[in-house]
Every structure is written in structure tokens, then in C-alpha cells.
């Protein structure tokens, strides 16, 4: 099993480009689903988790090829619209193929994806809104089961703010007759590049981006090309890395506009960022001071703090003077990064969904275990600093997330390696 050894003490300077964002590439590539004519897709970045959907895609007939960060999909002849436990059991993003699935086909057969390291992530929103749209949905042996000869456009209201929930119900209600009102929208950016994408293949769309997304039915979408957009939460893993280090580092390739709030912590931290941006290139440059000071965050949906944060900030704050609060309000189980960290020397005291982290002068290095993508990146800020050297182990977690990690940090001059 893979581990990363990071010798802390080094200081992040100099520059590295961000790749393209995994949380609208996965959605993006399973809307291919919905015509039958090529979709074409560059800043496709190379993660685990895209070859898991470019795989799944290829089992159901969708022609796949990738040439770098091109990806071109062709789902002229689909097979057996089903999603097989195998492959969603590794990556739960595979729903996002229902809706399509059942908007092109008429039905799916989707593995229910089970819960994950961070919560029970159940898909019951998804169902309930296919289900407002005349689809017949049953969860029959681990399977979501769902028919229907043509969606009818619905209001739909979902019961808390879903990301992949809105992702599959504005997929699935681009084919349907009529209009589909989806209230209490995901508003995140990678929502935004999915339905720009969607609009590019001829779909009706408007409200992305907001809590109310309106979709009017069309007959059929066709092909089109699409560069996704960068990855936010890369952006701000590496803000952080460069921030606890006193690090001197630009990001190119991204914006700090999907960044507003994680970039107004860093700014609260001592940290002075700017952003450049001209119609073809945009980058964010980030000075930090010697010590942070502590920030206490509150997750919550877009544009509020990202969950997917949460765990570089409990890193960087192990270390800044002071005490920060955290606050994680989406997922139950999210922080299991905490008892790592306290391996490492951090001062950490959970209570609920509540962390208490007082910052402390040094962390030592030791070896501590990633459980999830955002946890394991939490872990290498921590190396960073610590004294010594720290061992990640099984960063299966972080090849599914960030691309070339141990790469970008050592352009940057880290002193990170991977192991067997
Ligand atoms: C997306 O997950 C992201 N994944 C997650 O990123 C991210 O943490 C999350 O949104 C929140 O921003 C992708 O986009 C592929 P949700 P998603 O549905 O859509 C509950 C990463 O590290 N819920 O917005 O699965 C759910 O349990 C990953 O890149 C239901 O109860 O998250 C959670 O508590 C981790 N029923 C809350 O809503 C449902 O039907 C938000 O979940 C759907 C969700």
C-alpha cells in the first residue's frame, strides 16, 4: 500500500498550474449519456476517480477516448443501463448516472452507493425527485430501480442542499416534457459548469449558480466541446500548504472567484492573496506570515465554507496562535483527521460536530493513516511543519482527488516522496 514521506521544516515557494476540477468532471462526463453525438471535454484532470467513471461509462457502451486532457465520449449505442456494485462501491459519484440513465433509456439500474468514511451519504433526494417526475423507483437488492418512458417535468424541492442531487435532477429533466423547478438548489460552481455544459449541448437551462434552477424538456441534446473548470478545492488545499509553511506561492490556472470564503479565512489568518486574472490566464498568489493566527470556520453549503476544507483548516490550525472553533454541519462523521493530527502533537477536542483546536508551537513528525480524500490532505499540511518525519499511509484516498500530488509539492519545495 502506497505511503507518502514528507520531512517537515521547508518552506513552500515558486509555482505550480491547478487541474481541472474532479467534482464537475464527474458529472460533466456522465451528461455524455444524454446524446448520441461526441461530447468533447478538455481539462479532464487524470485522477482515480475519473477512470472509475470512464470506466463505468465504457461498460455501458459509451465510446470513450482520452488523449491527455481531452476526453472525447460518444454514447451513439449504449448497452445495459446498469451501474454495478463493483464500480460504484469504489466511487459513490457513479449515481450521477441515474438521472441520465433514466431520462435516455427510460430506465436504470443503479448499485446504491452505501455510505462512505465521512457519513451514511444516502441518495434518498435523488429517488424522491425522479419519483416527482413520473419515474417508478425501487430499491431492490442493493439496487435503485428506475422506470419511466418519458419524465415529466415537476417542481421539485429537495430537503437539504444536495450537490450530486442537483446534478442528477437537472440532468434527468433536460430530455423531460415540460419544465422541472428544482428549489433548494446546490449553488456550488461545479453545478454552474455542469448546466453551462448542458446549455452548450442544447439543453434550456437557467438559475444555475442559485437556489431555484429552472430546466425546459428539449427532444434530444446534441454534441458540443467543454473545458472544465479548476479545481477549487486543489486550489485551496495548496493555499493552505503555502500558508502554514510562511510560503511565497502561485497557483495558475484558477481563480479565487469560487474561493471567496476560504480565501477571506486565509486573509483573517495573515496571509496576503491576490488574484490575476486576463481573458486567458487567471492565477492567485499567496504571501504568508511566519504564524498563522487561528480562524474558526462553519461549513456549510456554497457559497458558505466548503466541507471539502474543513480538514486543511484543522491542519493549518493546529499550528497558528490562538484557538479556533470548527464547525462541520454537512456530513456526521467528518472528522476523523482530528486523531491523526493529535498523533502528530495537535491539540485537539471534539465535541459533536464541534472541534476545539488550540495551536501549538511545533507538531512531531509521526506516522498517521488517511480515511479519506480531504483527511489525507489535511495530513501532508501537518508533515509539512512537523518536525521530522511524517508517513502517510494509504494514500489510495489522495490519488482519487489530486493530481501529481508529490509532484506540485515538490516544484514547490517540499520534501515529499512516495513509498511502497
Ligand atoms: C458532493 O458530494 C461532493 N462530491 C463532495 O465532495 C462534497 O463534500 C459534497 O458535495 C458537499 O459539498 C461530488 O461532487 C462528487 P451532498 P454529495 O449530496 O453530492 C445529505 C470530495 O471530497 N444527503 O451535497 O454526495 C448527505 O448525507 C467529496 O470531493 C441526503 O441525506 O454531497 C450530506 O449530509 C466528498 N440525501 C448532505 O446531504 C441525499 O439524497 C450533503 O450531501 C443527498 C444528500
Known amino acids: 500500500m502506497d505511503k507518502l514521506l514528507i520531512e517537515g521544516g521547508r518552506r513552500l515557494a515558486g509555482e505550480i498550474a491547478i487541474s481541472g476540477a474532479k467534482n464537475a468532471a464527474l458529472p460533466i462526463l456522465c451528461a455524455c449519456l444524454l446524446t448520441r453525438e461526441p461530447l468533447v471535454l478538455d481539462n479532464v484532470p487524470a485522477l482515480h476517480d475519473i477512470g472509475t467513471m470512464l470506466k463505468l461509462l465504457a461498460q455501458m457502451g459509451v465510446k470513450v477516448e482520452r488523449e491527455g486532457e481531452r476526453v472525447t465520449l460518444c454514447a451513439a449505442d449504449l448497452g445495459e443501463p446498469v451501474a454495478p456494485y463493483e464500480l460504484v462501491k469504489t466511487m459513490r459519484a457513479s449515481v450521477l448516472v441515474l438521472g441520465p440513465l ?130 477549487r478545492i486543489e486550489t485551496g488545499t495548496y493555499l493552505c500548504a503555502a500558508a502554514v509553511t510562511g510560503g511565497d506561492v502561485r497557483l495558475t490556472g484558477t481563480s479565487a472567484g469560487y474561493l471567496d470564503s476560504v480565501v477571506d479565512k486565509l486573509m483573517d489568518a495573515g496571509c496576503d492573496i491576490t488574484s490575476e486574472k486576463s481573458p486567458s490566464f487567471e492565477a492567485i498568489h499567496i504571501k504568508a506570515p511566519s504564524r498563522l493566527k487561528a480562524v474558526s470556520i462553519r461549513t456549510a453549503p456554497y457559497p458558505a465554507f466548503p466541507t471539502d476544507m474543513q480538514a486543511q483548516f484543522m491542519a493549518i490550525n493546529a499550528v497558528a496562535e490562538g484557538t479556533a472553533i470548527i464547525r462541520e454541519t454537512i456530513f456526521e462523521n467528518r472528522f476523523m483527521h482530528a486523531v491523526e493530527l493529535q498523533r502528530l502533537g495537535a491539540d485537539i477536542r471534539i465535541d459533536g460536530n464541534t472541534a476545539v483546536v488550540q495551536g501549538v508551537a511545533r507538531l512531531q513528525g509521526a506516522t498517521v493513516m488517511a480515511t479519506d480524500l480531504r483527511a489525507s490532505a489535511s495530513l501532508i499540511i501537518a508533515g509539512l511543519v512537523a518536525e521530522g518525519e511524517t508517513i502517510v499511509d494509504r494514500i489510495y484516498h489522495l490519488d482519487r482527488g489530486y493530481e501529481k500530488i508529490e509532484q506540485k509539492f515538490a516544484a514547490l519545495g517540499a520534501n515529499v516522496r512516495r513509498a511502497k
Not at 439496487?143 to 417535468?153: D, E, F, N, Q, T
Open 102 to 231: 433514466v431520462a435516455r433509456c427510460g430506465e436504470a439500474k443503479v448499485s446504491l452507493p452505501g455510505g462512505c468514511a465521512i457519513g451514511a451519504r444516502p441518495v434518498d433526494q435523488h429517488i424522491k425527485g425522479l419519483q416527482a417526475m413520473g419515474a417508478e423507483v425501487n430499491v431492490d437488492h442493493g439496487y435503485v430501480l428506475a422506470k419511466s418512458p418519458r419524465l415529466k417535468g415537476a417542481r421539485l424541492f429537495t430537503d437539504m442542499v444536495t450537490v450530486t442531487g442537483t446534478e442528477n435532477l437537472m440532468m434527468a429533466a433536460c430530455l423531460a416534457d415540460g419544465e422541472t423547478v428544482i428549489e433548494n438548489a446546490a449553488r456550488e460552481p461545479e453545478v454552474v459548469d455542469l448546466a453551462q455544459c448542458l446549455i452548450s449541448m442544447g439543453a434550456q437551462i437557467s438559475g444555475a449558480g442559485t437556489d431555484v434552477i429552472r430546466i425546459r424538456g428539449v427532444a434530444s441534446l446534441h454534441g458540443a466541446q467543454h473545458r472544465i473548470m479548476p479545481d
